[in-house]
């Protein structure tokens, strides 16, 4: 059985988890915390360490993997909320409970100018998309467009395995 059912939530993942799900380093984690990119993520536990979720984690899988393709942080983390659960129902093949994972989605802000730079104040947008073709449709002068199974597969192998029970 999946684990995205069964525990992906209630799981608390430690720093080198992360580092071993996610591909993103403790150091990393403190100094996004630091510069308040990790606003809302986590729990700080009494001892100092910080614990954090399964979609927490795998945000942050999503948000490491569009910043290599120059997407802003903010907005890769913000991308990766949103499509989180396409993204796990994509990599374990849950379809139980009939929700069935978008395809394909585009990301743009209300604000003229580049989607990939984040800035105070600015509302993020997106929609689901039935093809690439459908982004004229959009009125925005520039977003990201995310397709959701190129996504999953790149999330690191050994998150692949957790969230399908392979580990």
């Given at each position: 059985m999946s684990r995205i059912t069964m525990n992906m939530v209630e799981r608390k993942f430690s720093p080198s988890d992360i580092e071993r799900f996610a591909s993103v380093a403790p150091a990393t984690l403190r100094g996004w915390r630091h510069r308040g990119i990790l606003k809302g993520f986590g729990e700080e536990q009494a001892n100092g360490r910080w614990l954090y979720s399964g979609t927490?984690?795998?945000?942050?899988?999503?948000?490491?993997?569009l910043m290599a393709a120059a997407v802003d942080l903010q907005y890769g983390l913000w991308i990766g909320w949103t499509v989180s659960i396409d993204v796990s129902r994509t990599v374990s093949g849950i379809r139980d409970d009939g929700y069935t994972p978008r395809k394909l989605m585009a990301f743009w802000t209300t604000e003229a100018g580049n989607p990939k730079i984040i800035n105070e104040g600015w509302q993020l947008q997106w929609k689901e998309l039935d093809n690439v073709a459908a982004f004229e449709e959009i009125n925005a002068s520039s977003c990201t467009i995310v397709n959701i199974p190129v996504l999953a597969s790149a999330i690191p192998t050994e998150f692949q395995k957790y969230m399908r029970g392979d580990e």
């Open positions: 927490e984690v795998l945000t942050m899988a999503i948000g490491q993997h």
